[in-house]
């Protein structure tokens, strides 16, 4: 072997492992299992083939091909993903094969056997071989615990130099990698899920008070696969008053999750048995807090609706270190109520620290609107630019249902959040006239005669 030779093993050594390394790092960047598949097919073409292809099988065995991809942009490729015909018992084509635990198999387009000799998975891939073109194919399955999720393609065609015994090893390294990946990502999926559930589980139900209207929303984070301490709850007091509180435990993680509904519980138990201002409630339960779970800090907003069936209501409200809460009138004016009586500190700071109570006038058909800073808070910008956003949403959706409001206000603002996000809402009815008459989009309001 001449120096020409070594330099060319160099070469191609160096070439592999950085066709590795560019692999390795766009399934790095994704927790999504068909996006990081079909960057790695990206790199793959041209740099080691002509046009490869990804399968995977879900769940209940289906078989769905994901990702085609070809280095001849002019070639279309309309109609070459989806569903793919499912693997038969007696595996004899070299896809079946592969994903039956076979493979990899390094392959000759001549040796292939013709469509009507084996199954119809067989046959529907070889629909691509003329329409693609193809001399030479590795097929290597997609293996992660021992377990087949799907299988790669990958096709050199004629003029190119075909593949060879050393290109099926990398090959094989590639599919495993990115079988981990494609692993990894529904195992964070599932995760995610299960979390979700758990977080939802430990949400009440809302009561049903007449002449007010209640909704609530909760939109887990979109890049975390945990529980968190975002909570709302609402419930009728013995006296008649209508209890709205939001509130977050510090921390994304079980702990929290945990904590959160046993600070909820501690705050029903104190709400229902003392009946005192906002304020009061607050730190009675930031007192508990401090006995019971040191080193734990929560925000709360804690608020009454006060008032007679037919009105006139008012808000008596106290926040603990939480967003303050926002009034929307039926014409689509908004204050936020953040008067300094009704703001202290975090719960689990200072449990000695007085709380005082805010007290507001609720105007007719207006909107009460609890929340926490998932829907306003966004890396590289100010507080008062989320709070600013959320006032001009809420403004233009004034007169919607108030569903319809609830849910425009979560697509709009929690879209990609990195925290949970918790809506509470509370409508009062439109008192102007005896009757029930059509509001906008259909909603129908009280109306009720002053």
Known sequence: MDDYDVDEALQQALDRLTLLNEATTALAGTLDAVEGLQRVCRILVPQLADWCMADVLGDEGELER?????????????????????????????????????????????????PDAVDALHAHGLELLPRLGGESLIVAPLRARRQVLGALTVVRVGGSAPLTDADVALVDDLAHRMALALDNARLHLETQRIAERL????????????????????????STAEVGGDWYDCFRLPNGDTSLIVGDVAGHDLRAAVTMSQLRNMLRGIACDRQEPPGHILRRLDTATGVLYEHITASC?????????????????????????????????TRYLDDAAGHGLLLGIDPRSARDSGVDTLPNGSTVLLYTDGLIERRGESLDQGLTRLRQHAAALAREPLDTMCDELVAGLAAGSGDDVVLLAL?????RFAG???????????????
């Open 66 to 114: 994901v990702c085609v991809t070809h280095r001849d942009r002019d070639i279309s490729l309309t109609g070459v993903v989806g569903s793919l015909p499912g693997v038969p018992q007696e595996a004899n084509s070299p896809l079946a094969r592969v994903l039956s635990g076979a493979g990899p198999l390094l392959l000759r387009a001549a040796e292939l056997p013709p």
């Open 199 to 222: 977080q939802r589980s430990l949400l009440p139900e809302l009561p049903r008070v007449h002449g007010l209207r209640i909704a609530a929303r909760y939109a887990p984070a979109a």
């Open 301 to 333: 907003v804690y608020a009454l609706v006060k008032g007679p069936e037919r009105g006139p209501w008012l808000l008596h409200w106290a926040r603990a270190g939480h967003p303050p809460p926002l009034l929307i009138t039926y014409d689509g004016d």
């Open 427 to 431: 409508r009062l009815p439109v008192a």
């Open 436 to 450: 029930s008459v059509p509001g906008p989009a259909g909603d129908r309001h009280d109306r009720m005669a002053l």
